[in-house]
Every structure is written in C-alpha cells, then in structure tokens.
C-alpha cells in the first residue's frame, strides 16, 4: 500500500479496508487520534477489547514487550490491534529501532500494528525516519496529517457548528481561523466554547462579535495586528495589544519572534508589489507552507500603503530588540516597549518630514 492522504486514508476506513500496518504522524495531532480510533473500531471485534487492543508508550515500553504483543495471537477474532505511541525513530536505541523496523517491514498476519505520534515531530527527510516511513508504507499505510488550509478549516467548522445545530457562516469562520489558530485541534475547542456561549445566551447564530468577545488571540494574529497598528501609527491599540500578550503569558522572546515573521511577510509583500510579483509567487518563491498562505495574501492586503523604508525602520528597531533580550540585563517586557516607544519617535519623525508614505 503506499503513503496516502488523510482523506484517502479516512475514506478507505468508512469503506472497512484495513492494514496490517500504519505510521500516522503530522502536525494536526486531533485528526491523528481520530484516525487511530477509526482503525480500532475496525481491527477489533467489539466486546474484546480488553484481549485485543494493547496500548505501548514507544518512549517507556519495553520493545521486547511489544514485540511480544504483536506476536501473540487474538483471543477468539481473526486479528487484534497493537498502538504504539510515539516511538521516536531518532532517539530509539539501536536494537529498538531493528525490532521496530522488524516489526514494519514484516508485519504479522494476525496484527494491526499502529504506530502513532502525537508528542514527536516526524522529519521525512531523516534518514531514519524515511527507512521507517518507506517500511510502512510498503507494509500498509503511512500517513501525515499536515494542517489544513483556510478553506479546508472554515468549511470544517462550519459542518462542526452545523451538526451542533448553531450557524456559523463562512466569513466568521474565518475571522476564527484568522484570530485563533491553524490547528484545527485549537479551532476545534475554541468553536465549542462559542457553541457553548451563544447556545447559553439562547442563541444558534455565531457572529463576529461573539469571535472576538469569547476566543483567544494567537500569538501569531496578536503580532500581525501589532505590526499593523505600529505601521498606522496607532500605537495606543499597539501597546495594548502588547500588554494583552503579556497577560497571556506570552515570552517576549516569542512576541518578539511572531513579530519579526508578520514584518518580514509585510516586506516580502511590499518588494513584491514593486517588482510587479504576486502573492502566488512569494508563497512559491519563499516555499511557504500551506497553513501559511493566507499570511502572504493578508499581507499583500494591508501593505500596499506603507512604504519599503518604513518597513525597514521597524525592522531595524526589532534587530535592536533581540539583541537586547539576549543580551542585556533589562527587563523582557521593559526591552519591547521600549522597542514601540523607538519605532513611535522614528514615526513622528518621518511624519513630521512627509517621508512616511513615500
């Protein structure tokens, strides 16, 4: 069987095809359990569960075990389940790796072997990692999860909210993809609070206002509208959304870093508009991933009336920042609003001399 897709891989599940191995791995570890729960329901007659179905923890199990597991035979069905989860391929001793290989490559006729990573970070480009990716998938299956894309994730929870019997529309759906994440792990929680909220206040419509008075920014949306307000001159909303990532307990090495990423999309936004290059080709260009894209086209939204030396004074300022985090004795949250109060002086500056918008 080959390497497929997370929706291949779900609708051969619904159509009652099993492996006798699987390798699910990828960044949206909720899809990730969801497809072990599927390849249980279907490896292991139901009422035997408890002789049939074993859990391993690849970090603490002993591979011996576990290789005694898929060995043994089901009790009264024709095949039993063995779960191993997060069985990091680099970290594993050598002679756990073999049996692990052993156990891919040549799976047993009356086990479904599922090897699933929830806490490990799958690197295909690892030689280990490729031996075993390559072992799966020529035994049965091998699958990533990779987040989805914006559209992917609007209509998925708009479906969710339906199923709830509340409305969601698309537009909303996507100022809470836009505000909250890309892991549809988060957005998940997040849609069953909002669910949760107006179902309690009696109502089954989910708004914009009801986004942005019940769910958490992320880090990464915090700082584009950071980046926004300081580029505007806006810096009351600028400090108070610095203060609000504080709050939340965010490291200012971490701000400091999203901040840095929604600046250098801006300006890869704003060079391109001048070289006439779209938003498509600085994704391609820049090999932005697909959870991703929807930074390039916000950016070539918002930048086109900020100009290329205003960018790069900001930039400066956050160089200036870093260095000081890593370097001085002052304060994290003292280094970056004095970072703001730089790139607010450099502002009226410019302002002052008509050079801002050039």
Same mark, same amino acid.
């Given at each position: 069987? *080959? ?8 609708? !051969? ?6 492996? *006798?191995?699987? %390798? ?5 570890? /909720? ?18 569960e ?23 035979? *089901? ?35 009356t ?27 020529? /035994? ?12 992917? %994730?609007? #209509? &998925? ?16 759906? $996507?100022?809470?993809v836009?505000?909250?994440?890309? /892991? ?5 929680? !997040?849609?069953?609070?909002?669910? &949760?909220?107006?179902? $309690? ?31 505007? $001159?806006?810096?009351?909303? &600028?400090?108070?959304l ?15 870093? &999203? ?10 936004? #704003?060079?391109?508009?001048s070289? $006439?290059k ?16 929807f ?5 070539? #939204? ?15 300022? %956050? ?18 609003? !004095?970072? %703001? ?18």
């Amino acid at each position: 069987m *080959p390497k497929l897709e997370d929706n291949a891989l779900f609708r !051969e599940l619904k159509a009652g095809a099993i492996a *006798p191995v699987y %390798l699910l791995y990828g960044a949206e570890s /909720s899809f990730v359990r969801s497809a072990l729960t599927q390849i249980q329901s279907q490896a292991v007659q139901p009422g035997f569960e408890s002789f049939n179905l074993q859990h391993f923890d690849g970090e603490k199990a002993l591979w011996t075990e576990i290789e005694d597991a898929c060995e043994a035979l *089901p009790m009264l069905s024709p095949r039993k389940c063995v779960c191993v989860k997060d069985a990091d391929a680099d970290k594993l001793p050598k002679a756990d790796l073999e049996r692990l290989m052993s156990l891919t490559a040549n799976p047993s006729d009356t086990t479904v072997l599922v090897l699933y990573m929830i806490s490990v970070q799958v690197d295909p480009k690892k030689a280990k990692w490729k031996k075993l990716i390559d072992a799966a998938a020529k /035994s049965g299956v091998a699958c990533e999860f990779a987040f989805k894309d914006r559209n992917t %994730l609007r #209509r &998925a929870l708009c479906e969710r909210a339906r199923k709830a019997h509340v409305a969601l529309d698309m537009d909303t759906a $996507g100022v809470l993809v836009d505000r909250c994440s890309q /892991s549809y792990s988060i957005l998940q929680n !997040e849609l069953d609070k909002l669910i &949760a909220y107006v179902s $309690g206040g009696g109502s089954y419509t989910i708004t914009e206002e009801d986004v942005d008075e019940c769910c958490i920014r992320s880090i990464d949306s915090s700082a584009f509208d950071l980046a926004k307000s300081i580029l505007a $001159g806006n810096f009351d909303k &600028a400090y108070r959304l610095l203060d609000e990532l504080f709050y939340l307990r965010q490291e200012a090495i971490s701000i400091l870093g &999203a901040l840095a990423m929604a600046f250098g999309d801006l300006y890869r936004a #704003r060079c391109a508009l001048s070289a $006439g290059k779209s938003a498509d080709q600085v994704a391609e260009d820049f090999r932005y991933p697909k959870n991703r894209l929807f930074a390039v086209r916000n950016a070539f #939204r918002d930048v086109r009336s900020f100009s290329g030396e205003q960018l790069r004074s900001c930039m400066a300022a %956050l160089y200036e920042a870093d260095r000081q985090l890593k370097s001085s004795k002052l304060g994290d949250r003292l280094i970056l609003e !004095e970072m %703001l109060g730089r790139m607010r002086c450099t502002s009226a500056r410019r302002q002052g001399a008509g050079a801002w918008n050039g």
